[in-house]
Structures are given as C-alpha cells and as structure tokens.
C-alpha cells in the first residue's frame, strides 16, 4: 500500500499539474477514505480534534474530485454522460460537505448520535457514486 502511495506520489510530481488525472484521483479517493477513518476514530476516542482534522481533510479534498480527460473527451456518448455526470457529482459534493458541517456541529454539542447519523449519511453518498457511476 505504502509503495502505492509512493508511486502516485511520484506520478504526480513528474508534471501533469493541469489535468486531473486518474492518478490524482485515486489519491484524492485515498485521502477522503482515510478522512473518513478518522472522523470515526474521533467518534470511538471521543475526541473532536480528530474528529474536525478528519472532516477539514474530507471537505478540501471532495470537491477536487470530478471526471478524468479520458472520461471528458470519450468518443461514446452515453459512456461520456455517464462519467461525466457532474450535475450528480456537484450534488454529491454538496452534501457531503453539508453533511461534514453537521458532524462537527453535532459532535461539537455532544451529540454523538446524530453525529454518527450524518457519518452514514456521506458513506451512502460515496457509495452512491461509485455504484451509479462506476457499477462497483
Ligand atoms: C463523484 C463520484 C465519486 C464520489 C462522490 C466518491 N468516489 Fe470514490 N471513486 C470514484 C471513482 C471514479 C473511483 C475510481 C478511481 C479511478 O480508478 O480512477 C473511486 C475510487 C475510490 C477508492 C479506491 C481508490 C484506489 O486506491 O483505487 C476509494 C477508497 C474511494 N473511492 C473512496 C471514496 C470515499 C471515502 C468517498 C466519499 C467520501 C468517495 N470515494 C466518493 C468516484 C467517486
């Protein structure tokens, strides 16, 4: 996993600096799973500097996510509106940011189990993307 990480790590810092690319996706992905650990690490610690370093990292980083130019410039117009959906990604970005507000809120107030309620609200919204999207 750690080499991984390392060979992205080097793929992007060879250039490619404008386009988005799988790459930079994946480890964006990687990142917001790793967010998304610790915000629950937080939960399960009780700490909620955990908690709103996980959420910081989450948000930054959800709304970099998008389509690949492979993605953008295929030739097959439904694969290309499939993967391109932005309208469906724009919203999903939407919420989850929301939903991050609301867990930091809410655990701020103490509140663990709402908290907890909109932790699982972002994981059916990650999810909803890569079923809908990426038919995993
Ligand atoms: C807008 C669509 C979309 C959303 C929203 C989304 N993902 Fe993904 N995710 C993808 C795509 C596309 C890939 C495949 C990346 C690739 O290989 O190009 C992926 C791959 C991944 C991977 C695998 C990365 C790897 O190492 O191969 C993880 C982990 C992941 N996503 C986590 C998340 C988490 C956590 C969230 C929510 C916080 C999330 N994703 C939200 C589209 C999305």
Request: hydrophobic share 45%; glycine share 0%.
């Given at each position: 996993m750690k080499k991984l990480v390392a060979v992205y790590?080097?793929?992007m810092t060879c250039g490619f600096a404008?386009?988005?690319t799988q790459a930079d996706r994946i480890f964006d992905m990687q990142k917001m799973a790793q967010a998304m650990q610790d915000i629950q690490s937080g939960f399960f610690y009780n700490n909620l500097d955990?908690?709103?370093a996980g959420a910081k990292d989450l948000k930054e980083t959800v709304v970099k996510i998008g389509p690949i130019k492979k993605e953008t410039e295929n030739k097959d117009v439904y694969e290309r509106w499939m993967t391109n959906?932005?309208?469906m990604t724009k919203r999903i970005q939407r919420k989850i940011a929301q939903n991050t507000d609301d867990i930091v809120a809410r655990?701020?107030?103490g509140d663990a189990t709402q908290a907890l309620q909109f932790y699982s609200k972002i994981s059916s919204e990650c999810m909803?993307?890569?079923v809908r999207l990426r038919k995993w």
């Open positions: 790590v080097i793929i404008e386009e988005y955990i908690v709103k959906n932005t309208a655990f701020s107030a909803k993307c890569h």
